[in-house]
Structure formats: structure tokens, C-alpha cells
């Protein structure tokens, strides 16, 4: 099991940048593919970014791509989601999510909510026009 900690939101001018950080307990984080989704008031969590256990792997949302990167470090147990060029349609509460991995999966990343067995409480980014 691992519990999952966010934090680094805030409130941020348009075309400004922010790092959100997640990070997990326990001695296992390498098993753990992860991810990065948020949910806007009214609106449905969307998948935002993913990573694969070793960080060889990553996807993205469409509308983030070359604005947002996720990367992990391993021996922090820590996954970042480093945000830039932000936009008031960015603003929701951002939440971390962990998949455990399997054998068989190791060398994927996840997209979609239900393939995430673990949360973290969420934090908040806010992006004013």
C-alpha cells in the first residue's frame, strides 16, 4: 500500500509556471506506475499525465503537451508534474494517483482513472487571465 501526499498548487498569472510535487510512503515506489489527473468544479477528473515505473515512458493530455512534464525520482519517492505556460483553463484541483505493477506491465504508464488504485487528497492551482 502507499499513501500519497500533494503539494506545490497555488495561484499563478497566465503564462506562468508552477511544480506540483507528489510524494508517496512507504519502501516500493519503483512498483508504482503514475499518474496525474484533476478535476475542474462541475467538470469530471480528466487524465492529465502519466509515467511508467522507471520514468522511460510518458503521456500526456493533448491540450498540456509541451506546456506540462512529468518525471519521477525514485530514491525521493517523489513524482513532479512541472507546469508552464498555464492557462485559466488549467485551474482545477490536481490529484496524484498510483497503479501497481505487475510483471507482466512493468514498462507501462496509465491514462484512465480506474486503472489507479491509490489518491492523494489533491491540491489546488489556480491561474488567473
Known amino acids: 500500500q502507499v499513501q500519497l501526499v500533494e503539494s506545490g498548487g497555488g495561484l499563478v498569472q497566465a503564462g506562468g509556471s508552477l511544480r506540483l510535487t507528489c510524494a508517496a510512503s512507504?519502501?516500493?515506489?519503483?512498483?508504482?506506475?503514475m499518474g496525474w489527473f484533476r478535476q475542474a468544479p462541475g467538470k469530471e477528473r480528466e487524465f492529465v499525465a502519466a509515467i511508467n515505473w522507471s520514468g522511460g515512458g510518458t503521456g500526456y493530455l493533448d491540450s498540456v503537451k509541451g506546456r506540462f512534464i512529468i518525471s519521477r525520482d525514485n530514491a525521493k519517492n517523489t513524482v513532479y508534474l512541472q507546469m508552464n505556460s498555464l492557462k485559466p483553463e488549467d485551474t482545477a484541483v490536481y490529484y496524484c494517483a498510483a497503479h501497481p505493477v505487475t510483471y507482466s506491465s512493468s514498462n507501462n504508464y496509465y491514462t484512465t482513472l480506474d486503472e489507479y488504485t491509490y489518491w492523494g487528497q489533491g491540491t489546488q492551482v489556480t491561474v488567473s487571465s
Open positions: 512507504g519502501r516500493t515506489f519503483s512498483r508504482y506506475a
